[in-house]
């Protein structure tokens, strides 16, 4: 069954210091999410993507991400200067229309130190 | 600003036994509905999706309803078990985004 990977699966990084976190979609799939989780805390919305641009994004998605397609499988996203609080679970998901069902890769851990 | 609660947040249950998980959303606009699985430090796994122009959806011993008028979705598990010990989250698309926004979760225990 088709799924959704991620990698890595665990980051540490020192404050300052920029992360790529590295999804592959569904492959025929064609909308793309970045969600995180903060320990104990929601599942929250980052940005989604289609057509190769941004399609929405949320107040946390600030100037310090960005998102990449950079070829015709994977899907990133790039933190500019980690900080503390970025610490978190962030889930890459897809789905093959809008409003369809998503499917979720199994998460990158980040720890920012 | 659509919102999703879930309650209980927490629930124990002998095996064996049938129960409901809650889901209230605040705006009934809300368009699909989604029912997740997180096992804990895992990914979250797609268990029912409920369109907005369906009222429930079965797969297995799970069936999910959806009432837009009432703000609410629930998921009824049968005849529990240890392995579906697990968090169960609740997310609506909102009106006109295709992003997910996730209920605080119920973490249900199926006790041996």
């Known amino acids: 069954e088709p799924e959704v990977t991620q990698t890595p699966s665990h980051q540490v990084t020192q404050m300052g210091q920029e992360v790529i976190l590295r999804c592959v979609p569904i492959?025929?799939?064609?909308?793309f999410y970045w969600y995180r989780q903060i320990l104990g805390q929601k599942v929250e919305f980052l940005v989604s993507?289609?057509?190769?641009?941004?399609?929405?994004k949320s107040e946390i998605f600030d100037d310090q991400f960005s998102v990449e397609r950079p070829d015709g499988s994977n899907f990133t996203l790039k933190i500019r200067s980690t900080k503390l609080e970025d610490s978190a679970m962030y889930f890459c998901?897809?789905?093959?229309?809008?409003?369809?069902?998503?499917?979720f890769g199994p998460g990158t851990r980040l720890t920012v130190t | 600003k659509q919102e999703v609660t879930q309650i209980p947040a927490a629930l124990s249950v002998p095996e064996g036994e049938n129960l409901v998980l809650n889901c209230s959303f605040t705006?009934?606009?809300?368009?699909?509905l989604q029912w997740f699985r997180q096992d804990p430090g895992k990914g979250l796994t797609s268990l029912l999706l409920?369109?907005?122009?369906?009222r429930e959806q079965t797969s297995g011993r799970l069936n999910a309803s959806l009432d837009k008028s009432s703000g609410r979705s629930t998921l009824y598990i049968a005849a529990s078990q240890p392995g579906d010990s697990a968090t169960y989250l609740c997310?609506?698309?909102?009106?006109?985004?295709?992003?997910?926004?996730f209920g605080t979760g119920t973490l249900l225990a199926v006790q041996p």
């Open positions: 492959s025929n799939h064609l909308y």
């Open positions: 409920i369109q907005s122009s369906q």
């Open positions: 705006d009934s606009a809300i368009y699909n």
């Open positions: 998901a897809s789905s093959d229309f809008g409003v369809n069902e998503q499917y």
């Open positions: 997310a609506g698309y909102g009106g006109a985004t295709n992003k997910l926004i």
């Open positions: 993507f289609y057509n190769n641009e941004i399609s929405e």
